[in-house]
């Protein structure tokens, strides 16, 4: 079955630590996206990337980075930049526009938690 | 600015009583609309979304919505609950700002069915 793929599901970091979340799709999906997700803030986009070798930063870019080096695979790492890196982020995949869009399929999310 | 707000961020229903989940939205041109539920620790999944044709949309588990242009509103309704169909559920609007299929999603509204 089609679908993507977080991991890990729980991660902790260390301050001052690097960190890399995985997210992996066989979809064949052109699009793929990072939200953050905290307490009755909704779904704060971090980075999109349409196509691969190509990215942009969302809303809340500050601290993390990307990188697409492959249409499979949409890595995020939170950087020791980030200061506030504790919540819960979701992964997502869609087709791109000009093609029949019908919303997003999401990972199953990763909590990060600082200790 | 493109938006999408949920007024409510808990919505108590008896389990065999008609449940709503508002939704409004503000965007420039022709909207597509999409209600997912989240349970917890887990990604989110889709139930429907609205992007021409008919004003009702049925979708998941006896989900539908209403589309009204008038009142740029997107209403999640069930006849009746179910004690199952307690969980997150988030509004999204494509951002129509820029080629992308970017969605903005509302900030969530908790559902909560007493047996």
């Known amino acids: 079955d089609g679908g993507i793929t977080q991991s890990p599901k729980y991660l902790f970091r260390k301050e001052g630590q690097n960190v890399t979340l995985s997210c992996e799709q066989n979809l064949n999906h052109d699009a793929m996206y990072w939200y953050r997700q905290d307490p009755g803030q909704g779904l704060r986009l971090i980075y999109y990337s349409q196509i691969v070798n190509d990215f942009q930063k969302g809303d809340i870019a500050e601290g993390y980075s990307v990188s697409r080096e492959k249409k499979e695979s949409f890595p995020l790492t939170v950087t020791s930049a980030q200061k506030n890196p504790t919540a819960f982020y979701l992964c997502a995949s869609s087709l791109p526009p000009g093609t029949a869009f019908g919303g997003y399929t999401f990972g199953s999310g990763t909590r990060l938690t600082v200790v | 600015a493109q938006s999408v707000a949920q007024p409510e961020d808990q919505v108590n229903v008896a389990e065999g009583n008609p449940l709503t989940v508002k939704c409004t939205y ?3 041109g022709n909207p597509y609309l999409f209600w997912y539920v989240q349970y917890p620790n887990r990604g989110l999944q889709f139930l429907l979304k609205y992007i021409t044709g008919d004003n009702l949309v049925k979708g ?3 989900f539908e ?3 009204n242009k008038s009142q740029t509103s997107f209403h999640l309704k069930k006849p009746s609950a179910l004690v199952s169909d307690s969980a997150l559920y988030f509004c999204a609007v494509r951002d129509t700002g820029g080629a992308t299929n970017k969605l903005i999603f ?10």
């Open chain 2, 65 to 67: 919505a209403e589309f």
């Open chain 2, 26 to 28: 503000s965007v420039s």
């Open chain 2, 60 to 62: 998941s588990y006896g």
């Open chain 2, 106 to 115: 509302g900030t969530g509204t908790l559902l909560a069915v007493q047996p």
